[in-house]
């Protein structure tokens, strides 16, 4: 069983529209999460990072965390189609050896 | 405002081939990491980094060596090239590795064994 589980993908969606992108994991030590926003023929960025269990909105973006179930969440709302890209979900208990990234899904905006 | 940078951008090598793929960073960043990155596999860690002198193993580091000899520098060494090593190769560095502490990745090195 992989560490951190991500639908490859690809999701396609109208602009506007509310996207919901998801990771589970495996490892209860794990502390902190991660979303990174990977253009093509890019590096990744950072996008957001939560602690622990709960909810963290930054514009358009909210990243959700249920420890109990183990499961990370990505909301966008509004999509715009710059959005369009591939989204990581990451975890680490606190050491740059133990960050784990999901493999990533593909999201398509569309006009 | 150049972040980290990586050489090259593209390269095919032959079987039995070696190269180093540079990557240099000018935030004065402690850290610095090696990735690659598989369709369907996610990035994995090769080698990092936590200073000048110091580099240590990740998850797959079979077939790469490292060295920091300057906080700027960490350049990624193939010694004998296999397809195996066909994929794209992350530079990245961050400040610490404390919470929330941001990764800033280079743009990526696509590398084809053939």
């Known amino acids: 069983q992989k560490e951190v589980e991500q639908d490859p993908g690809p999701l396609s969606v109208p602009e506007g529209a509310i996207v919901s992108l998801n990771c589970t994991y495996s490892?209860?030590?794990?502390?902190?999460f991660m979303w990174y926003r990977q253009y093509s023929r890019k590096g990744p960025e950072l996008l957001m990072y939560t602690y622990s269990s709960g909810n963290k909105e930054d514009g358009r973006f909210t990243a959700q965390v249920d420890k109990s179930s183990k499961y990370i969440s990505l909301f966008i709302r509004d999509s715009q189609p710059s959005d369009s890209a591939t989204y990581l979900c990451?975890?680490?208990?606190?050491?740059?050896?133990?960050?784990?990234f999901g493999t990533g899904t593909r999201l398509q905006v569309t006009l | 405002n150049a972040g980290v940078t990586q050489t090259p951008k593209f390269r095919i090598l032959k079987i039995g081939q070696s190269m180093t793929l540079q990557c240099t960073q000018d935030?004065?960043?402690?850290?610095m990491y090696w990735y690659r990155q598989d369709p369907g596999m996610g990035l994995k860690l090769i080698y990092y980094?936590?200073?000048?002198?110091?580099?240590d193993k990740g998850e797959v580091p079979n077939g790469y060596n490292v060295s920091r000899s300057t906080t700027e520098d960490f350049p990624l060494r193939l010694e004998l090239a296999a397809p195996s090593q066909t994929s794209v190769y992350f530079c990245?560095?961050?400040?610490?590795?404390?919470?929330?502490?941001?990764?800033?990745f280079g743009e990526g090195s696509w590398l084809t064994v053939v």
């Open positions: 980094s936590v200073g000048a002198g110091i580099t």
């Open positions: 490892n209860s030590a794990f502390q902190y």
């Open positions: 935030m004065n960043h402690n850290y």
């Open positions: 990451a975890t680490y208990t606190g050491t740059a050896s133990k960050l784990t």
């Open positions: 990245a560095s961050s400040y610490t590795t404390g919470p929330g502490n941001t990764i800033y």
